[in-house]
């Protein structure tokens, strides 16, 4: 039943006289609202113009003669989150250790010894001018000076707590010399008693999407099925259309509000003030799930379908309709079987298969996929569909 229009234009046979007559023509996709799923019973054309990436829909419905009877945009909003928040902090150096490093050969010799770190510090702003860059001191807890090339010296590109300056130095006081060299820096930090500072919370913004949800029909012949992108009767028994979509909601925390990065403990962000090194970590702000629910063409919310809905499908089955549900969880598939009641406007849950072992997915690069993946997907074992 389903028929898809693969130009931007349609076009009726007339059978008199042979002659072939254009009636309408539409922009985007064509499909049909089978007469099953429709409040009066007849079958409604309509075309589906998508911008997914921005979630703009825009629908067109039209007559049993293809007449354009109104367009309509599907009433999509955009949801601004904020999942995690940024704290900083900056940790004392306990101890810098030189683990390699290349001499320039560039020494410099001050005219009397350095005696305290305010004096390495101004020596370093009016003596130290290798390769004409400006260069910041530091120093660690065991009282050895340190400088690295401004840009290095803020710079974020460290591997766990070690970072390599392109132009680094240090203060020999024995010899009374300052080093110029490339060098790979340990930083041994104190971070027995970190003050984070609270930092603002990161926005995101998820742009919700409308749903194509399989249908079968099995009170007429053959098993009549088809897809589409919009209903009328399925959810309730007005006359406005039905649209699943899926997007955004928070919910309640389940404490989970530790550190998110997973490699350390924290992420070293950088070199900044008297405390060399910069960290910060993202903890959770508030929690969020995504959820698939289904919205009028005013936008009002009609209701919200079970956990896992994402692969739909519905059953008209000696006058009752049906949803099954497959969902994925801890590595097991299941298949869960809800009655809908678009009278009390309800879903009840009916029954569950057995979990099984969920199969791999791949693409046809052999890329390992999610079962909503787009295109072909083959499921291990050799077995391939085409998602749409």
């Known amino acids: 039943m389903k028929k898809t229009l693969l130009v931007s234009a349609f076009s009726a046979i007339a059978m008199v006289s042979g002659a072939q007559t254009e009636v309408a023509s539409a ?14 019973q007849k079958t409604i054309p309509y075309s589906l113009v998508k911008d997914e990436q921005n979630g703009k829909y825009e629908i067109t419905f039209y007559n049993t003669v293809f007449n354009k009877e109104r ?4 009433p999509l909003k955009e949801v601004k989150y904020y999942p995690t928040k940024t704290y900083t902090a900056s940790l004392p150096v306990n101890k810098i250790t030189i683990m390699e490093s290349s001499d320039y050969g560039a020494l410099y010799t001050p005219d ?3 005696e305290t770190f305010d004096d390495f510090a101004k020596y370093v702003k009016e003596k130290i001018s290798y390769n004409y860059l400006d260069y910041v001191p530091f120093a660690d807890a065991q009282g050895n000076w340190y400088l690295g090339d401004d840009y290095d010296y ?4 460290f591997d766990g707590l070690s970072k390599t300056f392109k132009y680094f130095g240090y203060y020999d006081k024995k010899s009374n010399q300052v080093h110029m060299c490339i060098a790979n820096v340990k930083f041994e930090v104190d971070d027995s008693n970190i003050e984070w500072n609270e930092g603002s919370a990161q926005g995101e913004v998820f742009t919700p999407i409308l749903k194509k949800i399989s249908l079968k029909d099995y009170d007429v012949n053959c098993a009549e099925s088809f897809d589409s992108y919009v209903t009328q009767n399925l959810f309730n028994q007005d006359e406005k259309f039905e649209f699943v979509t899926q997007s955004y909601r928070e919910v309640a925390s389940d404490g989970n509000s530790g550190v998110q990065n997973s490699e350390s403990p924290y992420q070293i962000n950088g070199l900044s003030g008297n405390s060399p090194v910069a960290i910060s970590i993202s903890r959770e702000n508030k929690a969020y799930e995504s959820y698939i629910s289904v919205i009028g063409e005013d936008g009002e919310e009609i209701v919200n379908l079970p956990d896992g809905s994402y692969d739909l499908h519905f059953i008209k089955l000696d006058g009752k309709l049906y949803m099954t549900v497959n969902t994925a969880k ?9 009655s809908v009641d678009n009278v009390n406007t309800s879903i009840t849950e009916l029954a569950r298969t057995t979990p099984v072992k969920a199969r791999k997915l791949f693409n046809s690069l052999g890329m390992q996929v999610s079962k909503n993946a787009k295109g072909l997907v083959i499921r291990q074992g050799g077995i391939k569909y085409f998602n749409k």
């Open 71 to 74: 367009t309509i945009q599907v």
């Open 154 to 157: 803020h710079s974020n590109i």
């Open 27 to 40: 922009v985007g996709e064509f499909d049909f609202i089978t007469k099953n799923f429709t409040v009066g």
């Open 330 to 338: 801890d590595g097991q598939e299941q298949t869960i079987i809800y």
């Open 112 to 114: 009397h010894p350095l």
